[in-house]
């Protein structure tokens, strides 16, 4: 089966800029995850979305972070305006709804603030 | 926001040398996976565990969740170059959310 897709690859932008991140799950897979890994850290949790419900948004930094799922398949994650501690990979996820089978995630987005 | 403690931070051994690294929590989980992240790529699932006492593996990979439920170790036996990478532990609570808790990571290099 094809993998979770994410674009882009890298990004590069000044602070008090927006980006916006897209990612495509795998086909079936209910659940979508977007975490961000700062470099030397692991993956914390910033939002989940069940089919195009929010689950968990209780780290996701909403004055500047925002997330979309409208149509239950592909998401946007944007960041506007970017701080410069906002540089991390930007990883999406997805996985059916029991856990058990663990999450697939994508390749990521390196976003550097400049 | 929570991580779980991972140890060691990093390691680095010749190639043929079993590994053993683990991770602590002050939460009790529901499951336990085990995951590896190369460079400029998405972690990997290696292992999951399902119950307390639970060993489980994955050809040269063991992997058991903590009888307390708080703990779970990986062992790597005879490691090989392409085990270098960085190695994550993950907790998940069960319940509503299928969120993941990451610990911090141990880095493994292995010397041909």
């Known amino acids: 089966e094809a993998g979770v897709a994410q674009s882009p690859r890298y990004k590069i932008i000044e602070k008090r800029q927006s980006v916006a991140f897209w990612c495509n799950p795998i086909s079936g897979h209910a659940t979508l995850y977007w975490y961000q890994q700062i470099l030397g850290q692991g993956p914390k949790l910033l939002i989940q979305f069940q089919n195009n419900g929010v689950v968990d948004d209780s780290q996701l930094p909403k004055d500047r972070f925002s997330a979309e799922r409208l149509k239950g398949v592909d998401s946007t994650l944007k960041i506007q305006p970017a701080k410069l501690e906002d540089s991390a990979v930007y990883l999406c996820?997805?996985?059916?709804?029991?856990?058990?089978?663990?999450?697939?995630f994508g390749s990521g987005t390196r976003l550097t603030v400049v | 926001g929570q991580q779980l403690n991972q140890s060691p931070q990093s390691m680095f051994i010749q190639e043929g040398e079993d590994v053993s690294m683990n991770c602590t929590s002050s939460?009790?989980?529901?499951?336990w996976l085990w995951y590896k992240q190369d460079p400029g790529e998405g972690p990997v699932l290696l292992i999951a565990?399902?119950?307390?006492?639970e060993l489980t593996s994955n050809g040269r990979l063991t992997a058991q969740f903590g009888i307390t439920r708080k703990d779970s170790f990986l062992n790597i036996s005879a490691s090989i170059p392409s085990d270098v990478g960085i190695y994550f532990c993950?907790?998940?609570?069960?319940?509503?959310?299928?969120?993941?808790?990451f610990g911090t990571g141990t880095l493994l290099a292995v010397q041909p």
């Open positions: 565990l399902y119950k307390a006492g």
């Open positions: 996820a997805s996985s059916h709804w029991e856990i058990n089978y663990g999450y697939t």
């Open positions: 939460s009790i989980f529901n499951t």
């Open positions: 993950a907790g998940n609570y069960g319940g509503a959310t299928n969120k993941l808790i």
